[in-house]
């Protein structure tokens, strides 16, 4: 009945053998715990494969994670293309990386595209691409076998090696990343289709790419998206014996017997013909865990004359009746509105109109199909009236078998190539390059080259051939030949071939763009690593086309060329393109695995080797052992250091040339005293490579604000995004709705009472147990400690509940001294955290389910039922390893926050427990109140006032002196630390509570991933997305922007789901955002828009500011406030000029006229004044009256004293005084650094219209 973890994280269920280990003194201690933790391990214990590859993991599983390591590659061609699919396949962590390189020599035109060819390569006129690149790439993962090809094996040959590089194992994939001669890739592709092994082709010639995908004739795919499975916990399990009318399940007739679940979740997500496996039934139901049965959806038939409210909460309530009630009510509805139909004489002959409602939080079984037979073998449907409480259901994706075709076969009979952007793909472009390439290898076969670079005679005789090709086809079926196609579909009809982009093809087929390369790089070690049978291949060609880096071929422009490293960029985009380049600014906003990747390629196209370009790039994050798998820059050694300035190095050495500074500076509006007007406004482009919302909607509202233009991009796992924002042409990123928050949060009863499922203990142990230990806990009780007055004045800031919490743990942790005689060592650690294991996982426990028991017998009503599940305790009188391991990580946690040394080895923390001699206390209800509500309602019972004032008296006793408690060091949770006890502590905590509850135990990375919001990361993709802004960069240095932003491309691509989620778009154009004004003012605007006004000479005055908007937009102001500031701040406040008008009054007889506004402002005079109406002159009390009048008065005044001094005052001065701060110290230094800097002010204005109608106006810049 006992679970514990262990080092393998998938097969967790197991405890640890147990091992003998010898201490200094010559005996032994036996451990049974504790294998699978990170923090006892140093020096050779340390699993480093395991931690390079950590965000990998989260995004493949474990289980293709280890597949990984069974593949073998063999890379064909070590240009641009091959050296970046190799890179990305080793940082994948393959088995092994084989490389063939043709012998090709090193030139200096390679060194645009291949970054590990140096300028000594080239020279030494022998270096092979291959022999180039195999030493850097064989840095990049240690754990992966790299080798190159000798010049003696052929390619057949080596295809069909059994052993490569030792491993025993074959080949799983071949790329080729070069144009191979005819015969011999189509004898490659057939070879490979015959031996199981995935066969990928991408090339790219001038500004075309092309992919192709081979995986044999019939290839099982286990995942074919890569999404989590959904899990669903059953809340309750009905049999209807009679499918009522309304309900709706497919394939179940009226009357017919159906199965009915009803799950926790309020969306289950899950589609007809779902396949799902039971489990953790219990209560008579076991025999069914372990079945798989497929599911239906349940949708349920509703007037449309009703309107019923799927969304709202009185449909929600009602779904969690049983499903007869259900429909008991649905049927009463129908009725009511199917009697008044028939009843209008109108509607004779009609028919009455339905919709059909599904009921998202219930599934059928069905169980007239194979699953179902199945169960019904071992089982009947009375086995599922027996339901009283538990259950999950787990989804299960059988798998797919897909058959491929071979090269050959898809470069004739492919009628309509897929083209990256979908308006080529309908328009039918990918025909020109397929007929390119099929022509390009009749060119190879009859000449016995390619094409060469700018060769007219060439381009000609390859426009013959693509011709040719095309009109022998014309008669085959299916075939890609020049016919016209309509929306996506051949219509047969004969085109003429485009002469113009078949001969381009050719000019420019030797040349490659590393924009290209990278792109291709990423997508074809995806598709290597889909031969473990995740994800869904390409369906087989994708090809892309960017004729718009084309736009000036003059002779003396892109020739002749010299043997330039940017030979192959001048050759497409021109010398005046590469002068442009020379000379941009770019500030790079981020140095990660987006940033690493863009460095690369801003040094290959040698951007910023101008005496005018600079390229700066900022990242405040130092490097980890976990960023090594993707963010291929920094190798081992670079472990601790700033990843701007090793990334910033690195390309440096590539290209000395290039004029680059590294910064470890946040971008926020707290650095705007470095990154300036002057900075800004000098800037060619802004390119972020960031990972969270925040820094971006920062950064794009500076390029707002700047008019720059910006590059925006984004990965998770396999999905990737990029965005190009053009100023006044593109909605910018902000236009866009984008949030970091979390939109599925988790009930907190269910956390802290009723968790069913794995995650609810993980939030748990991460929300509640190491918060109040180790954060929140040890914070407050260090600003106790140091000031308790200050802390006392704090208290008074907090809500009623984080009040309660605070108090709590500081009395707690002072208790925690006093029961440790005043000073906390290493065994007061052990035993805080034994006192706090049986505290959360014996007593509590042992109380919530008195606490049920004793409701039952008072209501009669069992309480255990559905999702909730009765918990048990743990038992120390039967220990099993989970105990050891949390008290292990718990006190060594504590041991950190209260400065005592640590107890690392695990044999001297058993010895250390031993000999403690820790005994549990008999437990006895407490009486104390256990809260079983099912609600969210976190508010503190009536009581807690009282308690909180009493635990305010204690801690007033300890303020007078608090130099007797010992200093606490709050924990910051650090998930990458594996010495920090961290992870351990929330893994053992997890399955402890998971234990209770007979929760499935979770692994130790899960609960990182979950703990931590891992963002799961992959170098392919990263690669891939980085290659398409590289190629929209070289739009912007082009100046492609004045001719439309429809030459420019954002893309939204997931790598794991198949070639029809590659999508790609023009920009979207700017949002408009209507005014509310009537013309000739403009009715509407962007977001790029701003009203400027310049007064340097005679600064305006606020008064003159409100009367010039409201003269020009024949308009109401009613505040003016720093634009984007969104407190209740404002430089001018219609509602305080009218104070000006109230008054407060005597008459003659002592009697006060107040304005009614004062009463708004200053409720608290009201009793003065009917006291001061009704007391006689001679009161005496009319003096305690008079005076709070007197002192409101005083308060008015003072109000319209300041009010007047910002209204006719300078519109800076009013700014200064309500937005710089008042108190002295860095932040108002900062405020003083960043005005002095600026001449101009940004505001926001709130106004209205004298109909009353809100009236929005663009950013005002105020310049003075």
């Known amino acids: 009945s006992t679970t514990a973890t262990n080092s393998n994280d998938n097969n967790n269920n197991h405890s640890p053998t147990n091992k003998r280990i010898k201490m200094a003194d010559g005996g032994e201690v036996v451990l049974n715990w504790g294998d699978w933790m990170g923090s006892y391990k140093t020096g050779n214990l340390v699993d480093n494969e395991s931690e390079r590859i950590d965000r990998q993991k989260a995004a493949f599983g474990g289980d293709t994670i280890a597949r990984l390591k069974d593949l073998n590659v063999l890379i064909v061609g070590m240009q641009g293309v091959g050296v970046e699919t190799a890179k990305n396949l080793i940082l994948s962590n393959v088995g092994g990386v084989m490389l063939y390189d043709g012998g090709i020599v090193c030139k200096e035109e390679h060194r645009g595209s291949n970054f590990y060819v140096t300028r000594e390569h080239v020279l030494e006129e022998e270096t092979t691409l291959g022999a180039a690149s195999l030493t850097e790439l064989r840095t990049l993962n240690p754990f992966c076998r790299v080798d190159l090809l000798d010049g003696n094996s052929t390619l057949t040959e080596e295809i069909m090696n059994k052993d490569v590089l030792g491993t025993r194992r074959g080949y799983a994939a071949v790329v080729v990343a070069t144009m191979l001669p005819k015969k011999e890739l189509f004898q490659l592709n057939e070879l490979a289709r015959a031996n199981g092994i995935a066969f990928i082709m991408a090339v790219t010639n001038g500004v075309t790419s092309s992919i192709f995908s081979d995986f044999g004739p019939n290839h099982e795919i286990t995942d074919a998206t890569g999404e989590p499975t959904q899990t669903l916990a059953i809340s309750n399990v009905e049999v209807l014996d009679s499918k009522p009318k309304l309900l709706d399940v497919a394939g179940v007739k009226e009357g017919e017997q159906v199965v009915v679940v009803t799950v926790a979740q309020n969306e289950h997500g899950l589609e007809d013909g779902d396949v799902v496996v039971l489990e953790d039934l219990r209560q008579g139901m076991e025999g069914l865990n372990g079945m798989s049965v497929t599911v239906k959806r349940v949708a349920i038939a509703s007037p449309t004359a009703a309107k019923v409210d799927t969304r709202g909460v009185a449909f929600k309530t009602a779904l969690g009746l049983p499903t007869e009630s259900v429909v008991s009510n649905f049927e009463r509805q129908y009725d009511f509105y199917k009697s008044a139909f028939d009843e209008d004489e109108g509607n004779a002959n009609k028919k009455f109109p339905v919709r059909t409602i599904t009921i998202f939080n219930r599934l059928a079984f069905v169980l007239n199909d194979d699953n179902g037979k199945k169960m019904l073998e071992k089982t009947s449907v009375d086995a599922f009236r027996q339901y009283q409480s538990g259950g999950l259901l787990n989804q299960v994706r059988p798998p797919i078998y897909k058959q491929y075709k071979s090269l050959a076969e898809t470069l004739q009979g492919t009628p309509v190539p897929q083209m990256l952007r979908g308006e080529d793909w309908e328009l039918g472009k990918g025909v020109e390059v397929h007929l390119s390439i099929a022509a390009a290898l009749d060119f190879h076969e009859k000449n016995n080259r390619w094409p060469q670079l700018h060769n007219v005679d060439d381009s000609s005789q390859m426009v013959e051939i693509a011709t040719s090709i095309s009109d022998s086809r014309k008669d085959t079926e299916g075939a890609c030949w020049a016919q016209s196609i309509q929306y996506g579909f051949p219509i047969g009809e004969p085109r003429d071939v485009d002469k113009k982009r078949i001969a381009r093809y050719s000019r420019l087929f030797a040349a490659e763009l590393t924009g290209f390369c990278a792109f291709l790089g990423g997508a074809a070690a995806q598709e290597v690593i889909k031969a473990s049978g995740k994800f869904t291949p390409i369906d087989q060609w994708v090809h892309h086309d960017e004729e718009a ?32 380049a020379a000379n941009q600014r770019v500030f790079l906003v981020g140095c990660g695995a987006l940033g690493c990747e863009y460095l690369k390629g801003l040094a290959l196209m040698g951007i910023a080797t101008g005496k005018d370009g600079k390229i700066v790039v900022t990242d405040m994050d130092r490097i980890e052992v976990s960023n090594l798998s993707r963010q291929f820059l920094f190798r081992q050694p670079d472990v601790g250091h700033p990843k701007s300035v090793r990334g910033a190095m690195v390309v440096k050495k590539w290209n000395p040339s290039v004029n680059i500074e590294a910064l470890e500076k946040k971008v926020g509006d707290d650095s705007e005293d470095y990154f300036n007007d002057k900075f800004w406004e000098n800037l060619s482009v802004c390119w972020n490579a960031l990972d969270n919302v925040q820094a971006r909607q920062y950064t794009d509202a500076r390029c707002l604000f700047y008019s720059k233009p910006l590059l925006e991009s984004g990965t998770l796992g396999t999905k990737c995004n990029h965005e190009v924002v053009l100023p006044f042409r593109t909605s910018s990123y902000n236009d866009g709705k984008e949030s970091d928050d979390n939109e599925n949060q988790i009930a907190m009863c269910t956390l802290r009472s009723f968790p069913y499922l794995p995650k609810h203990c993980i939030e748990y142990a991460k929300q509640a147990y190491f918060s109040d230990y180790f954060e929140f806990g040890p914070d407050v009780y260090e600003n106790f400690r140091q000031d308790p007055m200050a802390f006392f004045e704090q208290l008074d800031t907090m809500d009623s509940g984080e009040q309660s919490r605070a108090l709590r743990m500081i009395k707690a942790f002072i208790d925690l001294q006093e029961e440790a005689g005043g000073s906390i060592d290493f065994n007061a650690c052990v035993r805080i955290a034994f006192n706090r294991m049986m505290k959360d996982f014996r007593t509590s426990i ?70 403690l001699k820790l005994e549990q206390s008999i437990w006895e209800p407490s009486g104390d109140k256990v809260d079983l509500s099912e609600g969210d309602n976190e508010e503190e019972s009536g009581d807690s006032g009282e308690d909180d004032e009493k635990l305010k008296g204690e801690l007033y006793k300890f303020a007078a002196d608090t130099s007797k408690l010992q200093p606490a060091q709050p924990q910051e ?56 802004v590289d190629i929209e960069f070289a739009k912007l240095v082009l100046g492609l922007q004045s001719q439309g932003s429809d030459k420019f491309l954002n893309s939204n691509i997931n790598l794991a789901a198949g070639s029809g989620n590659f999508t790609t778009f023009a920009p979207d154009p700017p949002v408009p955002i209507s005014t509310g004004l009537d013309a000739p003012q403009p009715v509407s605007f962007t977001s790029w828009d701003r009203i400027d006004l310049s007064y340097k000479l005679n600064e305006l005055s606020m008064e003159q500011l409100v009367a010039y908007l409201e003269k020009s937009f024949g308009v109401t102001v009613n505040r003016i406030f720093l634009h984007g500031d969104t407190e209740d701040r404002a430089l001018y406040n219609a509602l305080d000029k009218k104070k000006l008008d109230w008054t407060i009054s005597y008459d003659d007889e002592g009697k006060v006229t107040v304005s009614d506004g004062v009463y708004t402002q200053w409720p608290q005079i009201r009793m ?47 700014y200064l005084q309500v937005y710089r701060p008042s108190e002295e110290g860095e932040k108002q230094d900062y405020f003083d650094a960043v005005f002095k800097g600026r001449d101009y002010l940004t505001l926001g204005v709130d106004c209205h219209t004298e109909e009353k109608e809100d009236i929005t106006l663009p950013c005002v810049k105020y310049t003075f």
Request: with cysteine; charged share 25%; proline share 4%.
């Open 549 to 580: 880096l084309v736009v000036d071929e003059c002779a003396s422009n892109v020739g002749p060329l010299f043997g330039s490293r940017y030979d192959y960029q001048i050759a497409i985009m021109g010398k005046d393109f590469q002068a442009r």
């Open 846 to 915: 042992l109380d919530l389910s008195h606490s049920a028991d004793e409701m039952e017998k008072s209501s009669g009503k069992k309480f255990w039922t559905g999702t909730k599940r009765r918990p048990r305790p743990v038992d120390w009188n039967d220990p099993m390893p989970l105990l050891m391991e949390y008290l292990y990580s718990t006190a060594n946690l504590y041991a950190s926050v209260w400065r005592a040394e640590v107890v690392r080895d695990r044999s001297e923390f058993q010895a250390v427990v031993d000999e």
């Open 973 to 1028: 949770f650090e998930k990458d630390d594996d010495l920090n006890f961290h992870i351990d502590f929330l893994t053992a905590a997890t399955n402890m509570r998971s234990w209770n509850y007979d929760i499935k135990a979770s692994p130790r990375h899960a609960v990182k991933v979950t703990a931590g919001r891992i963002i799961p990361a992959l170098a392919t993709t990263t690669a891939m997305v980085c290659g398409l």
């Open 1168 to 1214: 003065a004044v009917q006291m001061l109406g009704r007391l006689p002159p001679t009161s005496g009390q009319r003096a305690i009256f008079k005076s709070q009048v007197e002192k409101v008065k005083v308060s008015l005044e003072q109000t319209k004293e300041s009010f007047m001094k910002k209204f006719q005052g300078n519109v800076s001065d009013a």
